[in-house]
């Protein structure tokens, strides 16, 4: 095989490839990434059984032909070098790649093990913009459970509903849920995509423009840009009826700033105790939003915070870091947190967005 590709784009491709490599010991092979030099371009491949993606890459073919090299070492190597163009030439079982002031050869492995990146036919398919997708997954993909005991909880669901694609993501301590507007109603069956995949599936999408097509079929997601072809497994099971544990109704309300509240949190963490634990004093009739920290070690901290309220006083605690994740789906220069009562989750919107909604559960006293 023989290409001269332009070395951005080669560098891109490649450290995208490279992040999805596995670090399988008793499957080395997984370390590994192919390039395939195709009739127009290069197809640079990598998986870890988990997940797979193949990135199309431009370039002036001079000879077809595959190669299997080690991806850390390739992407090492390529992100050091800074001629614009690098030719890439396999010669006696060696990766040549060559630049105007740079030679350097790579041992290849046989790419007889390498696996096959699935190209199953979609049951189901629709069309998002790739940017709503990325808002969608980035705005929940952080509530979803770190244990991998109950597999739905580990993982980001995405559903329909009256043309929205609704992502959402739950603990059961906090949950995130995201509405995305569809160019078209879509119709499909809901999906639960393991977290951990979707950490890569964001990396791997991250800057990408354009129509993203997405596939569903048995067990697996296939996500198709003009020039990213990506796979992943579906989790198998049932994500919880999230809507019922949902308020219905508002008994106190305060509305502040949001720079204001992340301000505040800031200063009362400092005093927090192991658990993170906050202390949300709400009062309606003193117009008094105060917060409360203690730490037997350190000391306590008392703020208040400027809002606008209604309602009933209510006094609740909550984990800090809870709190302090939902601010980066919000995008309002105002954040309206809604109670419903002692032991009742808060939810937290921003005042000029309805589509993103993070609910938190409090914790005991």
Do not use: W
Request: hydrophobic fraction near 35%.
């Amino acid at each position: 095989m023989k290409i001269q590709c332009v070395k951005e784009k080669l560098q891109i491709a490649i450290s995208k490839a490279e992040k999805i490599t596995g670090k399988n010991l008793t499957l080395p092979i997984l370390s590994n990434i192919l390039l395939e030099v195709k009739k127009d371009n290069l197809v640079i491949s990598s998986t870890n059984l988990d997940i797979g993606i193949e990135i199309t890459v431009p370039g002036k073919v001079t000879e077809t032909g595959k190669v299997v090299v080690p991806g850390n070492v390739l992407y090492s190597l390529v992100h050091t070098l800074t001629d614009p163009k690098i030719t890439l030439e396999t010669k006696d079982q060696t990766l040549h790649i060559s630049s105007d002031n740079t030679s350097t050869t790579i041992k290849t492995v046989s790419d007889e093990d390498f696996p096959s990146i699935p190209n199953i036919p979609s049951r189901e398919s629709f069309e998002m913009n790739t940017e709503g997708f990325l808002d969608g997954i980035r705005s929940v993909f952080y509530a979803a459970s770190v244990s991998n005991m109950k597999p739905e909880l580990s993982s980001v669901y995405i559903t329909s509903d009256e043309g929205n694609v609704i992502f959402v993501a739950t603990d059961s301590f906090r949950l995130a849920e995201k509405k995305i507007k569809s160019k078209k109603t879509p119709n499909f069956q809901d999906i639960l995509i393991p977290v951990k995949n979707v950490v890569e599936i964001i990396k791997t999408l991250d800057g990408v423009s354009g129509d993203l097509s997405i596939q569903i079929s048995e067990g697996q997601l296939t996500l198709r840009t003009e020039e990213i072809y990506l796979t992943s497994r579906l989790v198998d099971g049932n994500f919880p009826d999230y809507k019922q544990i949902i308020p219905k109704e508002v008994s106190t309300n305060a509305t502040v700033l949001k720079q204001d509240f992340m301000n505040s949190l800031r200063t009362a963490n400092i005093f927090s105790d192991k658990f993170n634990k906050i202390k949300f004093k709400v009062s309606p009739k003193e117009k008094q939003f105060v917060l409360q920290t203690k730490n037997t070690d350190l000391g306590e901290n008392t703020t208040l915070i400027d809002a606008a309220f209604s309602g009933e006083e209510i006094e609740l605690n909550f984990n800090h870091k809870y709190i302090v994740d939902s601010f980066q789906s919000i995008y309002s220069d105002s954040i309206s947190l809604d109670f419903n009562g002692e032991g009742k989750p808060m939810i937290i919107k921003g005042v000029s967005d309805s589509n993103f909604l993070y609910l938190a559960m409090p914790m005991s006293n």
